[in-house]
């Protein structure tokens, strides 16, 4: 907790909301059961106070228990969990969670033909905030832009879970479309600010379709996306390969897990190798030469195979689904690797190829029209305080962002009249405030395209998420009867046919800069040579991390990258190293600019990756239980551990969000957590280069000085970063003369940590964290430290022409002010200078 959180005055308020909380669902209609309910629940979780001495929770357990829906195609879930598998929800980077007086999200989920003519129920499982009101709150599920049904918004203690109908032909073989939207209000407070406590978390767990269990799955190539994620929303694909794997087994394994990964629209792919895998969510993968599978799978048919094939052996009770991918030698097996090609046109429902289309984010190049309704956000009537909608953008990885530039977000809506003075609508890029525009009318307005410029240093190269906020309230919300908000008059209209316009943007990139590799596979995916992948070690845990890495790439670039294994250093073009700490030279990592030293004291305890970063031992059923049901709270990725118990959990996530568990924090909050850790390091940064310059003029006395204050300061921002919670760093940086000699490097202490961490990177709320020359995760916290590029070197990718060279000049000078002011000013003097040599000649001298 914040010392704010911590003071006699924040303590009381939220102690006073807390007992208005309980006094109103004390007078509820909806009241005994849920006024018990909250009142049997430990004074710590109403409070939100950890429990003194780290002991366990006296909420009870999490168990799911049934609900009835509004609608009557909704049936009871039973209390014990089903015998049918769940195709569960993939990852994205919004996670499970519903914020505010408005939220939904969308994914594309796949089915097979035999799927699509089943009768299937969906199943969804959700807790929310205290501070959520039933009677006013609705979870509403629409598949393929038909609603299906919704359920009053009341788990707030453990998960709840309600089952609806699937009608019969409404799901289409291929991607269709499910979308969870949540409405919210508040119970007591009707202020904009009381709207970020709101929040309803989707259990990823038990969230998706129910198929029977005679269901046999993927059983053809065509139906990669059918493959079933787990209950994290991640793909498991267990690679088969030999104790002692050659590099051109490795490189076709990589080719597979890529090509299964973009043509399945999975975002977090995560491959480890061993033996076939049982169960049924994920993938086994066979890719290799008939004779060399047969030492180390015993299938029949390996001794017939005489061409190449590639193919999927549906799952059964003591194996996953299996994709085999084989031929007599390894010519027949690269020939064979091109049947994926066959799943690579999406097929489904209108609704699913736009979510699938749509996910992660839509792809921009520059210089066209998006409408809202093709990426999935409809028009919406609103009734509350403060309505959100959002979507996603994919910029080039070579985006030069700055402020050049203008894109426009025409809108189209309109919003009633009798707003106060502080009525608005905001547009927030990236957690941040890019521009507002007041709503001035008392009298209200509709709007077709009202146009709100966004600068273009704004967005980023990669993934984009913008947001658009209306703030809406009144003179009225101060009496503030949230029983009002049942049937509120309707405030805020948002049409799909709202456009986003991107301009034509520079191309170039930068390098070093990690989130341009981490959100965009660059310069991978772009390289002009065959990018290499340096293992020091083949070791099948090595491997195995390699491939989630080079897989997450792939999704980011949209396409396969063909790289090249290497056993030893490469000596010139892009190459990604993937490795235990231990097994790289020191001396490659001081050039990366790793802090070596600073590492080798963090981690030289670190022997045992599951002791160090999933220990469960010692963990009763109830602290078990309590601790699940605290990740969901806090909406934290489950492919990261957090810590045993709820007081170290809190602990934990005060570091990340500095706010009591079950509040969403403003955009604005992130100011002060990058001003603490980050803004101390670039006041001296900048008194750095002062000094370099000054001993550069010649003061040669200074540059010592300047050499020993650069030295000291990074050996401090190292000595943060580099912790003992600290289990994975990434560094890059371009050793060699060409700007394509550029190194990532991504190392753990261990071979063991290095598949922990790995596995948590790729969650898409960590990849996009990654930034800077180096980042280090804890994944204790599911958070990336970074430091800043001090000096980062442009990359052309593009070729030469006068536009883009011109917006390249302009973005470059926009980022330098102090000598675009300088330029502009020597040439205002020139041209003054000019005009008064040619006038001293024209004209009658008297």
Sequence with gaps: MSPRENSPCALLKSRAKALLIVAAAAVSPWTSARAQAIFTTAPQEIFGLAPSGGGPSLAPLPNSTSASAIDPRATPTPAREPREPIRHLTNNIQGYRLSGEIGSSEWPIYVTEAQARRKLQFKLGYVSAVSVMPEASTLTLTINDEVIGQTPIKAVQSVRTVTFDVPEGLLRPGFNSVRLSAEQRHRVDCSLEATYELWTQIDPTQTGLLLPESDTGVDNLADLGALLPDEQGALPIRAVMPEKAKPDDIERVLRAVQLISIVGRFEQPVVDTGPLADGRYGVNLLVGAAPSLEKDVKFDFLRSVDRPRAFVLPATAERRA???????????????????????APKGSDAGLRAAAAFPGVRMQGGQRVKLSEIGVQSQEFTGRLFRAAFNIIMPPDFYAADYGRAYLHLAGGY???????????????????????????????????PLPLPLGFLRPGLNRIEIEAHVPTDRDASCDPLSAIHASKRFLLLDSTEIE?????RVARMPDLAVTATGGFPYADSATRPRLYLPSLDRKSVGAAATVVAHLAVAAARPIDFQIATSPPSQGPTLAVAPFSSFEPALLEKLGLPVRAFQNAWKRKT?????????????????????????????????????????????????????????APARDLFAEWDEKVSHESRWSNF????????????????????????????????????????????????????????????SPTADTLVESVGCMVDPRVSRQIAGRMSVLDMSRARVDVAPVADARFVMTQPFSVGNARLIAAGWLSLHATLYVLAALSIAFLLAAATRWFVRHVGRKT
Aim: charged residues 25%; aromatic residues 4%.
């Design 502 to 506: 991107l301009p034509p943007v520079a």
């Design 416 to 450: 009633a009249g009798g707003l106060n003075s502080r009525a608005q609508i905001v547009m927030n890029v990236n957690d941040r405030t890019a521009v507002s525009l007041s709503l001035l009318r008392s009298s209200g307005e509709v709007f077709k395209e009202s």
């Design 688 to 747: 750095v280069k002062w000094v370099e310059r000054a001993a550069h003029w010649g003061k040669s006395k200074f540059t010592d000085a300047a050499t020993w204050v650069k030295s000291e300061l990074d050996d401090k921002l190292n000595e943060a970063l580099a912790s003992p919670q600290s289990l994975l760093a990434i560094g890059q940086n371009i050793l060699g003369e060409s700007s394509e000699d550029v190194w990532t490097v991504v190392t």
């Design 322 to 344: 299996t994709i085999v991918v084989t031929g007599v030698d390894a010519a027949q097996v690269d020939e064979a690797m091109k049947q994926f090609l066959v799943a690579t």
């Design 608 to 664: 045992d990756a599951r002791a160090a970063a999933k220990d469960d031992a010692g963990l009763s059923d109830r602290e078990s239980a309590a601790r699940n049901l605290m990740v969901l709270q806090n909406n934290f990725p489950m492919a990261c551990h957090p810590p045993k118990r709820q007081s170290d959990y809190r602990r934990a996530s005060a570091g990340v969000d500095d706010m009591p568990v079950g509040a969403t």
